[in-house]
């Protein structure tokens, strides 16, 4: 699904991975944790193309395409989806209607037939619900005065309706309350399937015990400097990062 | 390459995209070249006018011939040669007029479809009347019938300075006097046509009046008049929209529109212009300088402007309202995008007579490529509008880094009873918001376009609904090509 190989990434000419080499295949879900100030969202900004975010040397293939060399509006019609750690705000654009153009901008660049307000707002419904999003939420601007839970829930809203095949969920368990962190993860593992794989950055085990992932890297100054199955989650939240990053470094 | 850059390039990008750049080639019956009491008395006299007409047309004439151009405003331009200019062009199929659509030139009515104005059936089953300009002779009324039913006159103004004397002698120049300013000075003495609207006692106009303008005619000014007077406690809401071909010579155009609302009457007057803006070398475009003006004569009288400005190289325009009468209301509803070079320097003024009057101000302005984009407006509280109220909210939008944007506001208040609120902020599009639009699968363009009609939602909603969807689409194209 992923292969990101000897990545290197600077940002206004500051290098910030170095090195990094990581591979997801298909149906996986992968966690990534480490230092604030790692490279985590950095590694996903660059995954969904942001711009000023410079590729000096390495590559990333996605379903043996190059998925530098595309525009990040066409990875999000090929399938790939951010969950963003901190979601933007965009004044007077409702919801609803921001779901509905980014839906059929990816449904127009797959060539397929756009859906009309009503049929968009049919598979936004249920989704809705489940992830406790009320109808108001919807009809409001974009994450305008949405509380930080909010906002996560909404992208996970996002992930669901856009079913992607990579999805990389950035912190997205940071700022839930505990019954929210439960409502999406379980939106999460609902859509665990054997197309679809999963990048989950986080800094907490709790979430890892409902998401379960198939390996856990830890990414610290720009590369990964460990990695292991669920079980180093938890050793991480014993032990903290500062000996593997010692061992590392 | 930098968001910020990709967006003024893909804004630089514009103007080859103006959709609406076509010419149609109907042989035009010309005034004179220049201006002169003779060419004041062609059009006249080319309008079957009477005398006091003619006279009206000529003092102001005169008067002009003493005046000075204003140099006020933010705009820049080079001197206007009005002697060297044409002031009168029709179509020469103007003098049998046609009776229906089917008498209508069919070039014309191709030209309509270019632009898509519905004068054909979706129109009408819309529900719409349209008194289409073209250049300067009405060539179509449409739902006569329905109008004259309730009374409502809906006709152009030459033809009601020949039906409806008393109406239009009375009100015409009542709320902008011919001696109000330079542009509508000239209008008063070469206007050619435009739309006369007058709405009796108690009748709520059964349908929006709409009118679509139109340039056409090479180096003709376009001189357009409107007047509209709503009767004690009747309503109507009136929509103006035009389009121009593309052209390289800049053309002048003075409009007038004059608004009466008598004791309880309201009057909603709504424009979309998207006139040829020149093209990204800021070569050719309208300048558009017009006069429009309320009057809430009577007590508990409204006036409400919206306006959605995108088109031409200069725009100098501020519809104002006169809140004459007591607990009367004005309202003023914009949308002002300018992109490349084109210069936009708009507003409004709320002049408070009345005691309790109320006026709102929603100001939006977008600045994009090297544009200049300038909010004048003036809040005036007179010493017998005891607790007269305002609320002005001028929000700016920047795009790119070499436009601007430019907040003027004026407040006289003569009256310590009076509430004024002034709301302003500047913002830009931020880079993360069109990264959060991009990566969900929003095209750049698609996603300022979103970002910038959600910026002016809020006046948007003030519009009829299906002229409100046409506007949404404009606010689009006009910003096409705004980022990378
Ligand atoms: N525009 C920039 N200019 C310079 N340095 C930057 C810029 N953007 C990010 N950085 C730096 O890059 C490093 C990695 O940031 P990143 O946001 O990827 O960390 P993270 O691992 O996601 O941290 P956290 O756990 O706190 O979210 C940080 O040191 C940050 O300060
Ligand atoms: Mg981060």
Not at chain 2, 441 to 457: H, K, M, S, T, Y
Request: glycine letters at 8%.
């Amino acid at each position: 699904m992923l292969d990101i190989k000897d990545l290197h990434v600077a940002v206004e000419g500051k290098e910030i991975l170095k090195g990094l080499s990581l591979h997801v295949g298909e149906g996986e879900v992968h966690a990534i944790m480490g230092p604030n100030g790692s490279g985590k969202s950095t590694l996903s900004y660059v995954l969904a193309g942001r711009d000023g975010y410079d590729i000096t040397s390495g590559s990333i293939i996605y379903k043996g395409e190059d998925l530098t060399a595309m525009p990040p509006e066409a990875r999000a019609a090929r399938g790939v989806f951010l969950a963003l750690q901190y979601p933007v705000e965009i004044p007077g654009v409702t919801t609803v209607n921001f779901l509905k153009a980014a839906l059929n901008a990816q449904r127009r660049a797959r060539s397929e037939s756009e859906l009309d307000a009503m049929a968009v707002l049919r598979l936004v419904r249920d989704k809705a619900r489940s992830l406790n999003i009320s109808e108001d939420m919807l009809r409001r601007a974009l994450n305008v005065g949405f509380s930080g839970g909010e906002k996560k829930r909404l992208e996970v809203l996002q992930m669901a309706l856009f079913e992607p095949s990579l999805a990389i969920l950035d912190e997205t368990d940071s700022g839930l309350d505990i019954d929210a962190l439960k409502l999406v993860a379980e939106g999460v593992n609902h859509l665990r399937a054997p197309s679809r794989s999963m990048l989950v950055i986080t800094h907490y085990q709790r979430l890892l015990t409902y998401i379960v992932p198939d390996r856990v890297h830890v990414l610290a100054r720009g590369r990964i400097v460990a990695e292991g199955g669920k079980e180093l989650a938890l050793e991480l939240e014993a032990k903290g990062y500062g000996h593997i990053v010692k061992d590392a470094a | 390459m930098s968001a910020i850059e990709q967006t003024r390039t893909q804004v630089e990008a514009l103007g080859e995209k103006y959709k609406y750049g076509f010419v149609t080639d109907i042989e035009m019956e010309r005034a004179p070249r220049g201006l002169s009491e003779e060419t004041v008395a062609f059009i006249s006299g080319k309008k079957g006018e009477p005398e006091w007409m003619l006279e009206w047309r000529l003092s102001a004439y005169r008067r002009w011939r003493q005046m000075q151009e204003p140099e006020w405003a933010r705009v820049k331009y080079p001197k206007i040669d009005y002697e060297n200019a044409y002031y009168y062009a029709a179509p020469k199929s103007s003098n049998d007029k046609p009776q229906s659509l089917e008498d209508v030139d069919p070039k014309l009515l191709e030209t309509y479809n270019k632009l898509g104005i519905p004068l054909s059936e979706q129109k009408l089953l819309a529900g719409v009347a349209v008194d289409a300009v073209f250049d300067s002779v009405s060539v179509a009324t449409t739902f006569k019938e329905t109008l004259n039913k309730a009374g409502v006159i809906f006709c152009p103004i030459s033809e009601a300075i020949r039906e409806h004397p008393d109406l239009v002698r009375k009100y015409l120049g009542s709320v902008v006097p011919v001696t109000d300013n330079f542009f509508a000075t000239l209008n008063s003495a070469v206007f050619s046509d435009g739309s006369f609207v007058y709405v009796p006692k108690g009748v709520r106009c059964p349908m929006e009046l709409s009118t679509y303008f139109r340039i056409n005619a090479s180096e003709t000014g376009q001189f357009e008049r409107t007047l509209i007077i709503a009767d004690e406690g009747s309503y109507v809401s009136y929509l103006e929209g035009c389009t121009a071909p593309k052209r390289d010579e800049n053309q002048l155009h003075a409009a007038v529109v004059e608004l009466v609302a008598l004791e309880g009457a309201e009057i909603k007057y709504s424009t979309v212009q998207n006139w040829y803006p020149g093209d990204e070398n800021g070569l050719g475009g309208i300048y558009n300088f017009v006069t429009k003006r309320g009057d809430c004569r009577g007590n508990d009288s409204k006036i409400s402007w919206t306006q959605v400005e995108t088109g031409s190289a200069i725009t100098w325009k501020y519809p104002s309202c006169i809140l004459r009468g007591d607990n009367s209301v004005g309202e003023f509803y914009s949308i002002a995008i300018a992109n490349h070079f084109q210069q936009a320097d708009t507003g409004t003024k709320m002049i408070h007579l009345g005691r309790n009057t109320r006026s709102r101000i929603i100001s939006k302005g977008i600045s994009a490529g090297k544009a200049q984009n300038t909010y004048r407006g003036l809040v005036a509280v007179h010493p017998r509008a005891d607790r007269a109220r305002n609320f002005t909210q001028c929000d700016s939008l920047l795009i790119g880094k070499e436009c601007g944007a430019h907040t003027v506001p004026y407040i006289e208040s003569r009256n310590r009873t009076a509430r004024i609120e002034h709301e302003a902020t500047t913002s830009k599009i931020a880079e993360e918001q069109l990264f959060y639009c991009t990566s969900r699968g929003i095209p750049p363009e698609e996603a300022v376009a979103l970002i910038v009609n959600g910026f002016c939602r809020e006046v948007l909603q003030q519009l009829p609904m299906e002229f409100a969807v046409e506007a949404q689409k404009l606010v689009g194209i006009s910003l096409e090509g705004s980022v990378g």
